[in-house]
């Protein structure tokens, strides 16, 4: 490689930096690589023919996201092999609650100064992610940004396309009162509500570092726990399962969330008892003395998932998620009002 500026190298971008980066995250990229990849990383665009076999007519769903302030806790600990995931995950989380089964994914990170080391162990994760949705990595950006963010510091965000036949689209609207909701466990707290964790800690170094009983584990280590990516488990129970909606549960909780899949006149009523609460946020609620509505309005509480079924079809849908490795369990039901959810 002939490219090389000392004048930009000086201002405090190093163009080679880059170049061993990309070499180094080259094994990490061809772990991801599919049937449908028709170009490798480097190029100005990513090249994807997708399989069409068996759809009719294929619409293709978008996500893009990023990590939010979680990255802060992979700043401090020095711990950058897992934060990828995350990101990959509140991408094609969204995409599957359409029934739509994700293609590819791209990233974009920026860095106060590029480590090439560093950038390849953030790609490792998205590839790790890639790997546990079954989508491929094909592309990306890697910005080197002096002054903007600190050189110890970066920022994470991603897109992912899939395809789903437009007859299989999800239909919401079809909801009824009386439909059976799913819930299906979250790994952790994920990537939202970090924010509020910050302060409820007053996190650094010390206090990641403390371990707690009921945790089994540091606090640093849970909170970074990656996100879990529900993509195979979910579109194996749309294969056996009339799913009628899906709420991914991200920022703004339950109350938020899961209205989103809501039909007009639709209530979602949810068992309190039922919900299988981590003890992550049990420790967030009393050392913050956060009420429980709040809670429940800003993390997913250990459901990451919600999926409506029919009634009868509810034993079959724990079934089939269970046997794909997804805890799933039934957490309340839909009833006629406009209330959105409750809690009782």
């Known amino acids: 490689m002939k490219s090389y500026s000392e004048s930009y190298k000086k201002a405090g971008v190093d ?3 880059g170049y061993k980066a990309v070499e180094l995250m080259k094994v990490h990229v061809a772990r991801t690589v599919t049937s449908g990849v028709l170009s490798g990383i480097g190029g100005f665009g990513g ?3 997708p399989d069409l076999t068996g759809i009719k007519k294929p619409v293709f769903v978008s996500g893009t996201d990023g990590v939010g302030t979680k990255l802060k806790i992979a700043f401090l600990m020095d711990k950058h092999n897992t934060i990828g995931i995350d990101c990959v995950a509140m991408c094609v989380n969204d995409i599957i609650c359409c029934g739509a089964k994700p293609q590819f994914f791209l990233d974009y990170i920026a860095v106060g100064k590029n480590y090439p080391e560093k950038v390849a162990e953030i790609v490792s994760g998205i590839a790790d992610g890639c790997v546990q949705s079954g989508c491929a990595l094909i592309g990306g950006e890697t910005a080197e940004m002096p002054g903007f963010y600190p050189v110890d510091e970066y920022d994470v965000a991603g897109f992912s396309v899939g395809v789903v036949d437009k007859e299989k689209i999800l239909k919401p609207d079809e909801q009824k ?9 979250s790994s952790g707290v994920h990537s939202n509500g970090f924010s509020l964790i910050r302060k409820v800690f007053t996190v ?46 991200t920022g703004g909780g339950f109350y938020e ?14 068992e309190r008892n039922a919900v299988e609460v981590l003890p992550i946020f049990d420790l967030i609620a009393r050392t913050g003395n956060i009420p429980e509505r709040d809670m429940f309005n800003t993390f997913n509480m250990g459901v990451g998932m919600i999926v409506s079924v029919d009634k009868n079809d509810a034993d079959k849908a724990v079934e089939v998620l269970n046997a794909s490795g997804a805890e799933a369990y039934v957490l309340g039901e839909l009833t006629e009002g406009d209330e959105g959810v409750i809690i009782s």
């Open 15 to 17: 163009v080679t930096a």
């Open 204 to 249: 650094n170094e010390q206090t990641l570092a403390r371990h707690f009983s009921d945790l089994g584990t540091t606090l640093g280590e849970c909170l970074l726990t990656p996100t879990k990516i529900y993509v195979k488990p979910v579109l194996e129970l749309l294969e056996q399962v009339n799913v009628k909606a899906i709420s991914h549960i």
């Open 177 to 185: 009162s009386g439909d059976v909701l799913i819930a299906i466990k």
């Open 47 to 49: 090249l994807f023919e």
């Open 257 to 270: 969330n899961i209205p989103r899949s809501l039909p007009s006149g639709i209530t979602a009523k949810i």
